[in-house]
DNA sequence: ATTCAACCTGCGGTTTACCACAGGTTGAGT
DNA sequence: ACTCAACCTGTGGTAAACCGCAGGTTGAAT
């Protein structure tokens, strides 16, 4: 519903053509595969495929399009994460139309673009950009961690599934803990979920 | 942005007109004092204020105006809820807009909804429809402490909030880990936010 | 070669979540 | 008066999450 909203507001641009639409992650691959893309746009709540992953098969497989990221949230450290894992811009469901539209056509101009209303920009500029990701940005493992966690998977199977003991999985977790900001495990899956990892969402 | 995306779309119909729109429950609330409408279409996971207590003070203050929810998730205990609590209709995300067409127009004239191609609809007639609901539906008592888990609380400080012991916060807990199916508090906070439940998603 | 960050781990110990057992209240309907 | 469902609560115990302390590895950059 909310795809084909979108793609009926595109039309009214006479500079954009829709080549295609999918309802999740394997689907958008399917369709790559028989139509050439300049942009796509990648809601991050999925089914079938988190965000993450589509995004992580989308780069390696299709290194051409470039990929722009649609959530409802907007939080640094997740924006910073899907910038680092390839994504070219972020914009969040709240905005209007015109500014979607606007990213696109940025975004295929070779431009990155995220919602430059937002503190994230200033950030940036003010510290280190280092310091703001070792601050805030989770790291791969983090986010994979976080990932099997909003799946339902205790610390003990998460261990188990990544390989490393269930100690350093809490160690990830506070980490976690610390760069989020958040406080109980509720608060961190109910995070995990609204950031588009969750199992089929 | 999903909003302008169905309202663009449900101008395509001459038999409809959209009289308002709002971005979350309050403004909802302001926007039906000075404009009356037929139906109201509401989506679960909003900012400001939960679907559920939207839907609440909205059959309160406005009677008239038939309620549609609309959902990414379709649950039939959470579904059930809706409409005990005096919802009309409920439409998942997934579907066509011509089905939400479909709907609004049901719904208007003074019949309930829901997307009649899931097993709900099946259900509903087999088993008698008091089982089913003892069986699946979450009562007021659950929905709410489901709902203050969504929003990072735990056990003692729901207690707290509800002015009832902890021990009966876990014993509500147990009676949805019992009516949903799910097992591990992950999986129940996942479900919460997916359905609505939530701070400001 | 050293530094540094990210990763990994073990040993306790506290807090929180959950569960089985056992029971009390209250209000609506027969 | 009785039933029944939903609600409430205590005791005592297990498992899971979390935390401080203390330390090891590895790969990339200076």
Redesign the interface.
């Known amino acids: 519903?909310?795809r084909?909203?979108?793609i009926?507001?595109l039309k009214f641009d006479p500079g954009l053509s829709v080549i295609g639409e999918a309802?999740n992650g394997s689907e958008l691959l399917k369709t790559l595969n028989s139509r050439q893309a300049d942009v796509v746009l990648l809601d991050i709540?999925m089914p079938v495929m988190t965000g993450t992953q589509t995004l992580e098969v989308l780069r390696q497989r299709f290194p051409d399009p470039r990929v722009i990221m649609?959530s409802?949230?907007f939080n640094p450290s997740i924006v910073a994460m899907y910038f680092e894992k390839g994504a070219h811009g972020f914009i969040p469901?709240?905005?209007?139309?015109e500014v979607?539209v606007e990213a696109i056509y940025k975004v295929k101009e070779n431009g990155n673009c995220y919602d430059l209303s937002t503190e994230l920009a200033a950030r940036l500029n003010k510290h280190s950009l280092e310091n703001f990701e070792n601050t805030y940005v989770l790291s791969s493992r983090e986010v994979e961690v976080l990932r099997l966690?909003?799946?339902?998977?205790?610390n003990k199977q998460i261990g188990h599934m990544l390989r490393i003991a269930e100690r350093t999985v809490e160690f990830h977790k506070t980490n976690i803990y610390l760069k989020t900001g958040?406080?109980?495990?509720?608060?961190l899956?109910?995070y995990g979920?609204?950031n588009g990892l969750?199992?089929c969402?």
């Open positions: 519903m909310f084909q909203g979108i009926s507001l309802a709540q649609v409802m949230e469901k709240g905005c209007d139309v979607l966690a909003c799946q339902g998977n205790s958040l406080k109980s495990l509720s608060d899956i109910a979920i609204k969750g199992s969402n």
